[in-house]
């Protein structure tokens, strides 16, 4: 079974930035697209950017294209998300999930990280 851990999250200022990584302590996230999900105090959970399993595909939310890039390292067995240009509004938690649908949606990824908290401040 995939166990999520994320890391790489912390305090920055505004057009820092960070990059954060999810790892699978049992090895098997290779066989799972991965999604990176925030969710900010009072907000609902938001897709941010999905990487596919199969082709390694990428897609991103509007509000970070051109800003933050995923990728994967499968011989670390890590996805990554690099954000630059970090904004006040990506302060939030940022979870990582495993799924088999390339998609931003929460609903279909079924196994989570417990997530780490990214805040942009000066």
């Known amino acids: 079974q995939v166990q999520l851990v994320e890391s790489g999250g912390g305090l920055v200022q505004p057009g820092g930035s960070l990059r954060l990584s999810c790892a699978d302590a049992?090895?098997?996230?290779?066989?799972?697209?991965i999604g990176w999900f925030h969710q900010a105090p009072g907000k609902e959970r938001e897709g941010v950017s999905c990487?596919?399993?199969?082709?390694?595909?990428?897609y991103y939310a509007d509000s970070v294209k051109g800003r933050f890039t995923i990728s994967r390292d499968n011989a670390k067995n890590t996805v990554y998300l690099q954000m630059n240009s970090l904004k006040p509004e990506d302060t939030a938690v940022y979870y990582c999930?495993?799924?088999?649908?390339?998609?931003?949606?929460?609903?279909?990824?079924?196994?989570w990280g417990q997530g780490t908290q990214v805040t942009v401040s000066s």
């Open positions: 990487i596919s399993r199969s082709d390694g595909s990428t």
């Open positions: 049992g090895f098997t996230l290779n066989y799972y697209t």
């Open positions: 999930a495993a799924g088999f649908m390339t998609t931003l949606s929460s609903t279909d990824f079924g196994s």
